[in-house]
C-alpha cells in the first residue's frame, strides 16, 4: 500500500527521532520493520492517507510503501514495515506558507462573516480590509475594545493568529524568531496555525449553532487537506 509518511528535516521521525533510510539513485529505501504486536502510536510504522495530511505536518513529506496487513486508527495507517519510496518536493518552506496563508485567510472571511451575520457590518469590512495589509493583528485588539461588553468572541482569537503568523507567541509582543534562532520552521507554522483556524472555524459554529463544533472543526480539517492534497498534486483517498 501506497501513504505519506511525514518526517522531520533529515528523514528523522518526529517522535520516535528515528532516521528514516532514505532512497538513492539506484535502489528505493531499506525496509523498516518492527518486532512485536502492532499498537497504535506505540509499536508499528505509522504513517497517513491523504485526507489526513494536515494532522501530521513536518518539514519533509514522503511517499512510502507499506507491507500488509495495514491497519487503521485514529487517522493513522499503521503496518509491520515500510520503506520511503520518494520525497516528496512540492512540499517546501513556500508551500508551508501558502498553506498558512489560505488557512488564515480563509478564517478571517468566516469572522468576517460572522460579524456580519451580528449586524456588525462596519467590524466586518475593517477586519476583511485588516488582512490585505500589515495591521490585522492591530484590527482585532481594536475589536476585543469594541467588544469588551458582550460575551467573548471567537473573532478575538484572529490576534493570536496574526501573531503565529509571522512565527511569534500570542503571549508575547517581541519580534518572532527565525527558525535558525530557535523560532518555529515554516512546517512547524503550518502545523499549529492549522489547527488554531479549525478552532476557531469551529468556535465560530458553535456560536451560532449549539453542538456545531465537532463536525465544524472536523470540516475545516477536511477543507484544509483538501487544499494540501491539490496544491501538492497528490490524488484523493
Known amino acids: 500500500m501506497i501513504a505519506y509518511k511525514f518526517l522531520s528535516a533529515g528523514a528523522v521521525g518526529l517522535f520516535s527521532r528515528y532516521a528514516w533510510p532514505t532512497p538513492t539513485a539506484d535502489a528505493l529505501g531499506e525496509w523498516v520493520r518492527v518486532d512485536g504486536e502492532i499498537k ?18 513536518d518539514d519533509e513529506l514522503w511517499e512510502i510503501e507499506l507491507e500488509s496487513p495495514v491497519r ?10 515500510g520503506r520511503l519510496i520518494r520525497r516528496l518536493e512540492r512540499w517546501d ?14 478564517t ?7 460579524l456580519f451575520r451580528a449586524g456588525r457590518q462596519a467590524e466586518a469590512e475593517a477586519l476583511t480590509a485588516a488582512r490585505s495589509g500589515p495591521n490585522l493583528e492591530l484590527r482585532v ?3 476585543a475594545r469594541d467588544l469588551a461588553d458582550e460575551p467573548a468572541s471567537p473573532v478575538l482569537f484572529l490576534a493570536d493568529v496574526a501573531r503565529l503568523e509571522r512565527g511569534g507567541r500570542p503571549e508575547l509582543a517581541d519580534k ?3 527558525a535558525e534562532q530557535g523560532g518555529p520552521t515554516p512546517a ?10 479549525a478552532h476557531i472555524a469551529a468556535q465560530l459554529a458553535e456560536q451560532e449553532s449549539a453542538g456545531a463544533y465537532d463536525e465544524s472543526y472536523a470540516a475545516e480539517r477536511r477543507r484544509q487537506s483538501t487544499w494540501l492534497a491539490e496544491k501538492l498534486q497528490l490524488e484523493a483517498d
Not at 492517507?49 to 494532522?55: I, P, W
Not at 518552506?93 to 480563509?106: L, S
Not at 478571517?108 to 460572522?114: D, F, H
Request: net charge negative.
Open 108 to 114: 478571517v472571511s468566516l469572522a468576517a462573516e460572522s
Open 93 to 106: 518552506d513556500e508551500c508551508a506558507r501558502a498553506f498558512v496563508g489560505q488557512c488564515v485567510d480563509n
Open 72 to 81: 487503521e486508527a485514529d487517522g493513522e495507517l499503521i503496518a509491520p514495515a
Open 141 to 143: 485588539l481594536q475589536l
Open 176 to 178: 518572532a524568531p527565525t
Open 40 to 57: 497504535h502510536c506505540l509499536n508499528g510504522v505509522h504513517a497517513c492517507a491523504t485526507a489526513q495530511l494536515v494532522e501530521w505536518l
Open 188 to 197: 512547524a507554522l503550518a502545523a499549529n496555525l492549522g489547527f488554531v483556524c
